[in-house]
Structure formats: structure tokens, C-alpha cells
T-cell receptor, first 112, second 113 residues
Framework: EDQVTQSPEALRLQEGESSSLNCSYT??????LFWYRQDPGKGPEFLFT???AGEEKEKERLKATLTKKESFLHITAPKPEDSATYLC?????????????FGKGTKLSVKP | DTAVSQTPKYLVTQMGNDKSIKCEQN?????MYWYKQDSKKFLKIMFS???????INETVPNRFSPKSPDKAHLNLHINSLELGDSAVYFC????????????FGQGTRLTVV
């Protein structure tokens, strides 16, 4: 069964304390891995798409990397405004485009 | 302009009622979706739809039905609402071509009492 598992469930950091979030997946023939950010009371906001092992993408303090079994979202010197839930998702094998399997997310809290 | 917009943002209703949630996208996308986010914040696909094909997640009760008057709109009708239907419902859209990302609306929080 296609599956996405994220860890940790929750992460508390001090401002400036770098860390990484993990997303492991079990789906054959990966057709992209998506990272989203979700703020309370809002819809998921797209961050990155990664397609192949070794690929990296960056946006401000965030960098996403991909291997054959997992993806990492590295957060460098986070600020309080980076606090959110970060979701990882993959299209299921044979699924229609945009039909995504989501992980349960990592809730990140950054304290000043 | 909001890319994917849903109305209403909040919906409180009694068990047994029938309700609808509207969704519109102005991105020119071909494919639209409905997702459900439960109390544990777990986001699951309910439907994906383009002008050719409706794909229904087999776990979705048939009390739920998507209706698309045109390519830019996908409404969600729910009949005979149950307490367990309480959740946040998100509409999303994508180009439907290649491995493209989906863009989400702000969500509709449905509470069934």
C-alpha cells in the first residue's frame, strides 16, 4: 500500500536553531514528492516539488532534498514566522495528477 | 484575486440536513479536487474531477457528491449529514498535466450538531 510517514509529529525549536523534518514514502515509480506548509485555519500552501533522487530545492530558510526512500526538509536558522505544519505528499501509483497521499505532518514551533 | 476560493468558510448545521460547499478556481486549471481534513489534521482525497473523468475515493459515502457546472467550479453536495462528517473540507486544483502541484482553497469548517 502506498504510504507517507512524517517525523517527528511535533518539533519545537529556538529561533536560529537549525533542524530537519523527515518524510519517508513507500510508492513505486515515484512521480514527484511535494512539500506544503499549512498555517492554522488555512489551506496547504505549496512549497516544493522534487522528482528524482539527489534533487535539492531551496526557498529562503528551507531546503528540500530527496533520496530513493525519503525526503528531508532542512530549516536553517528558523524564525518564529516559520512556525506551521509542514506536510509531505506523493501521488499514488496509477493515481490521477494532483491526487495526493499526504503524511500527517510535522508541527513546527519556533520560539523567539 | 484568490486563486482557489471556497464558500462558506464556516458551516454549522444539524444532523440529517443537506448542504453544499462551493468552490471556484481562476487559475485555468483542468482538474479540481475535494479533500477532507479530520480532527487529527489528516488530509485525505475525496474526489478528483476534470471535464472527462470523475474519480471517487472508494471510502467516501455516496451521500457526498461533486457537481461541476463548468471547468472553473466544483461544488460538494452532502446529503443527510452525520456527526462524523464534521471536518474541514478543502477544494484544490491543478493543471492535471504531468506531475504538477495542487493549489488549495482556504477550507470550509463543517460542524454537524
Amino acid at each position: 500500500e502506498d504510504q507517507v510517514t512524517q517525523s517527528p509529529e511535533a518539533l519545537r525549536l529556538q529561533e536560529g536553531e537549525s533542524s530537519s523534518l523527515n518524510c519517508s514514502y513507500t510508492v513505486s515509480g515515484l512521480r514527484g514528492l511535494f512539500w506544503y506548509r499549512q498555517d492554522p485555519g488555512k489551506g496547504p500552501e505549496f512549497l516544493f516539488t522534487l522528482y528524482s533522487a539527489g534533487e535539492e530545492k531551496e526557498k529562503e530558510r528551507l531546503k528540500a532534498t530527496l533520496t530513493k526512500k525519503e525526503s528531508f526538509l532542512h530549516i536553517t536558522a528558523p524564525k518564529p514566522e516559520d512556525s506551521a505544519t509542514y506536510l509531505c505528499a506523493v501521488p499514488p501509483r496509477g493515481g490521477s495528477q494532483g491526487n495526493l497521499i499526504f503524511g500527517k505532518g510535522t508541527k513546527l514551533s519556533v520560539k523567539p | 484575486d484568490t486563486a482557489v476560493s471556497q464558500t462558506p468558510k464556516y458551516l454549522v448545521t444539524q444532523m440529517g440536513n443537506d448542504k453544499s460547499i462551493k468552490c471556484e478556481q481562476n487559475l485555468g486549471h483542468d482538474t479540481m479536487y475535494w479533500y477532507k481534513q479530520d480532527s487529527k489534521k489528516f488530509l485525505k482525497i475525496m474526489f478528483s474531477y476534470n471535464n472527462k473523468e470523475l474519480i471517487i475515493n472508494e471510502t467516501v459515502p455516496n451521500r457526498f457528491s461533486p457537481k461541476s457546472p463548468d471547468k472553473a467550479h466544483l461544488n460538494l453536495h452532502i446529503n443527510s449529514l452525520e456527526l462524523g462528517d464534521s471536518a474541514v473540507y478543502f477544494c484544490a486544483s491543478s493543471t492535471g498535466q504531468g506531475n504538477t502541484e495542487a493549489f488549495f482553497g482556504q477550507g470550509t469548517r463543517l460542524t454537524v450538531v
